[in-house]
């Protein structure tokens, strides 16, 4: 059990690092990101997120991400736009709810339902999971691993199937291998998480 535990431990942190590398490349580029995702680089162990990683910073395509991705350009990277059944207002307030819930707060100044705020709130839940494991708080390690999964089928799954769709016709291929990762990653996790908590 210890060795295992120990196992999942490890898996939880490549994990949290992994989403907050996708939830950087999802914001508009800068330098100052650039930096930030190639220190992140030595954290993660994904080979396609991190070539993904290595692409964005060599192009990130700063004019074309502002026209494409940004409000009044012809993809969203917000939750809103892909839910449209459920009302705006409550969709965020539903957000902000969680967030103060499990302690996460947006390092962005993205609205609360901007993909990268939910990819890093997943890498949030993810190291709160790991801290519970280490801590032999079976009971909270799985309160948190529940609410990361909530997260992903809530609004991951219902989302990106439609951006990936939508970004096939841009010119912003880290962004599209981006949501491609994260959608193999939210359908992955489904039997991962199962392994994790037995």
């Avoid at 839910?83 to 100044?109: H, I, Q």
Wanted: proline fraction near 6%.
């Amino acid at each position: 059990m210890q060795q295992f535990s120990a196992r999942s431990f490890l898996a939880l942190i490549c994990e949290a690092a992994q989403w907050h590398l996708a939830a950087l490349l999802l914001l508009p580029p800068s330098t100052a990101r650039k930096r930030e995702i190639q220190s992140l680089l030595r954290e993660v162990q994904d080979p396609a997120l991190c070539k993904i990683a290595e692409n964005w910073c060599n192009d990130p395509a700063t004019e074309e991400y502002f026209r494409t991705v940004c409000p009044g350009g012809e993809v969203s990277l917000r939750a809103v736009s892909y839910l449209p059944l459920v009302s705006p207002g409550e969709m965020l307030a539903t957000l902000e709810d969680f967030y103060d819930r499990t302690g996460y707060r947006n390092f962005t100044d993205e609205p609360p339902d901007h993909l990268a705020v939910l990819a890093d709130c997943y890498a949030f839940l993810s190291l709160r999971a790991a801290y519970m494991l280490a801590n032999e708080r079976q009971d909270d390690f799985l309160s948190f691993i529940d609410l990361r999964n909530h997260l992903a089928l809530q609004y991951f799954s219902p989302i990106l199937s439609s951006l990936v769709e939508k970004l096939q016709n841009h010119q912003i291929p880290s962004l599209l291998a981006t949501a491609e990762w994260m959608w193999s990653r939210v359908h992955s996790s489904k039997s991962d998480s199962s392994s994790l908590s037995s």
